[in-house]
């Protein structure tokens, strides 16, 4: 299993390639399965330090190894540093093999469901403008996002509890990084408290992105640069991490959106040289978060980021997928395959997100391409509510497909989910590794108790 995003799929040999090597590696599941689906599961996976841990499959005249360790690139290694690792064995088939691993995982740092039962976000229905939604970098002709906002929330007649505000909203510096995640004037003239207060205290929930390399912070806070990728990332200072989520929690915010972790993470190079960087910037955002009690939400996320997060009560959901917009773009992209990835997610306590969805096919005037269209509304919506994770559309005003909505929730928005994230059956699992990689088809399961 190669992460929430990167999977491959193969027959294991002493000449086998499956195993992708570096910063994208992840857990390693090895499989011998009977016809019904059961079987021998074994589970390779780091137990500690997950950022700064390494994955290598040496296939050399040699050597055949699949090796794990601190990774490679670090200049030193503290003193009594340990490094732990978990091989985990299971009769009962890798959906049942994975979900007792994760629960292991989870015993083993005490991490409980509680935030992520009491997550608004996961439980109720939300209203996206990030990438894929209709809105994003696409405001009502002539008005800015703050009336787009407003005039969404008075036409668009869906229980929603939340509406997301996403990367138009903040300043882009070098490499397209975040350089003052403040809201732009000519997004929001009357700032967001305003905003807040005009919809009647509706929450928020709140994108950020990488730091840009001449991020205003740098003259408050102790902050680490790169000159090559243009990317910088704030050091183990709690204090900035505090302040900036105690702003967002001014602003009505609940749920925090870090997207962009893999940029984040793979180029930015300190973060390859210094053993503990990258494990005190999640930390530290963590502990935040926890301070000023709002919830966290990882997108484009490593394996190791995933695992992290057992570390991190308030990271309550994680992207399962790609962004929606390819979808929209593509028909034949299958961002809503998520049911290999939303297994390894929901194992350690994390609810899989599907990503935004439109409810009408075709909806003109969309900021993607005139053929954009989302071919199967009902699966998108389907897939998203089973996921477990938010259910959020991103429709135009006048093209919101109120009754289709409506079968994903209670009347006062309540999302009917089930009791496990939807997860790909272990057969068509079995026939994706027997057939080197390629996907034999979709089929799906998951359970609930009325």
């Not at 309540?414 to 390629?438: E, F, G, S």
């Amino acid at each position: 299993m190669g992460g929430a995003l990167d999977k491959r799929a193969g027959l294991w040999n002493a000449s086998s390639d499956v195993v992708r090597s570096g910063f994208q590696d992840g857990p390693v599941v090895l499989f011998n399965l009977t016809e019904q689906g059961e079987g021998d599961t074994l589970v390779f996976s780091p137990l500690s330090h997950f950022m700064a841990t390494s994955l290598t499959q040496t296939n050399t005249e040699l050597q055949r190894a699949l090796e794990y360790g601190v990774v490679g690139s670090m200049s030193t290694i503290p003193a009594n540093y340990m490094h732990s690792f978990i091989v985990f064995y299971s009769s009962q088939g890798i959906n049942k093999g994975i979900r007792e691993w994760g629960q292991i995982m989870q015993r083993v740092y005490n991490r409980t469901n509680e935030h992520r039962l009491n997550d608004l976000s996961i439980n109720y229905l939300g209203y996206y403008l990030d990438n894929g939604a209709y809105y994003c970098y696409n405001t009502l002709p002539g008005l800015n996002y703050e009336d787009t906002m407003i005039e969404i929330a008075e036409q668009i007649d869906i229980p929603y509890h939340y509406m997301e505000i996403s990367a138009w909203f903040y300043y882009k510096g070098v490499a397209g990084g975040v350089s003052n995640w403040s809201p732009r004037p000519d997004v929001f003239p009357d700032g967001i408290p305003f905003l807040h207060r005009r919809l009647g205290n509706l929450p928020f929930i709140i994108h950020n992105r990488y730091w840009a390399y001449d991020a205003v912070y740098q003259t408050n806070y102790s902050w680490v640069l790169d000159a090559k990728s243009g990317i910088s990332l704030p050091a183990s200072n709690d204090s900035f991490w505090l302040d900036l989520l105690a702003k967002a929690k001014d602003w009505g915010v609940i749920l925090y959106q870090q997207d962009w972790l893999c940029d984040q993470t793979l180029l930015f190079g300190p973060a390859h040289t210094d053993i503990n960087l990258a494990e005190q910037w999640l930390t530290s955002m963590g502990k935040a978060a926890e301070q000023v009690e709002i919830n966290i939400h990882y997108i484009m996320s490593y394996p190791r980021h995933i695992l992290k997060s057992l570390e991190i009560p308030r990271v309550t959901q994680a992207r399962a997928s790609n962004d929606y917009a390819g979808d929209i773009k593509n028909p034949k992209f299958g961002q809503w395959k998520l049911g290999i990835s939303s297994m390894f997610v929901d194992a350690v306590g994390l609810a899989p997100n599907k990503d935004v969805w439109w409810s009408t096919s075709v909806q003109p005037g969309n900021p993607y391409r005139d053929t954009a269209m989302e071919i199967l509304p009902d699966r998108a919506i389907f897939m998203a509510t089973l996921s477990t994770g938010p259910v959020a559309c991103g429709d135009a005003i006048n093209f919101t497909n109120i009754e289709r909505i409506m079968r994903c929730c209670r009347q006062d928005g309540l999302i009917l989910k089930p009791d496990r994230a939807i997860t790909t059956i272990n057969q068509l699992i079995a026939d994706w590794a027997r057939y080197n990689d390629v996907p034999q088809g979709e089929l799906y399961s998951t359970e609930t108790t009325m």
